[in-house]
């Protein structure tokens, strides 16, 4: 079992920066590819950014492209979604997701085996 605990999500404005950061216990981290998805009032969880194991491949949605980055520390078994330029469409319960290191499926919700609770980002424009 891989417990995943997310947070630093807020209230923001337009245009401000965000980070939010998945802190993971239960197994060995550096085993795990990891991912951020979220979910927008009635919408369903859609795909943000992944990262690999090693933190040497890293896949991001079309819509934040540019904007977010991902990136994680397996000293400290956390992993991190940096958010510039927030825009009102970026707002939604933001999840961390875990799986068994895999070559391919980053972006597939269906590959992920362990989910957090969620954290809230609303951007207010």
């Known amino acids: 079992q891989v417990q995943l605990v997310e947070s630093g999500g807020g209230l923001v404005q337009v245009g401000d920066s965000l980070r939010l950061s998945c802190a993971a216990s239960?197994?060995?981290?550096?085993?795990?590819?990891m991912a951020w998805f979220r979910q927008a009032p009635g919408k369903g969880r859609e795909f943000v950014a992944a990262?690999?194991?090693?933190?040497?491949?890293?896949y991001f949605a079309d819509s934040v492209k540019g904007r977010f980055t991902i990136s994680r520390d397996n000293a400290k078994n956390m992993v991190y979604l940096q958010m510039n330029n927030l825009k009102p469409e970026d707002t939604a319960v933001y999840c961390c997701?875990?799986?068994?290191?895999?070559?391919?499926?980053?972006?597939?919700?269906?590959?992920?085996?362990?989910w957090g609770q969620g954290t809230q980002v609303t951007v207010s424009s």
């Open positions: 997701a875990a799986r068994l290191r895999d070559s391919s499926g980053f972006t597939d919700l269906n590959m992920y085996d362990y």
């Open positions: 990262i690999s194991w090693s933190g040497s491949r890293t």
């Open positions: 239960g197994r060995i981290f550096s085993y795990y590819d």
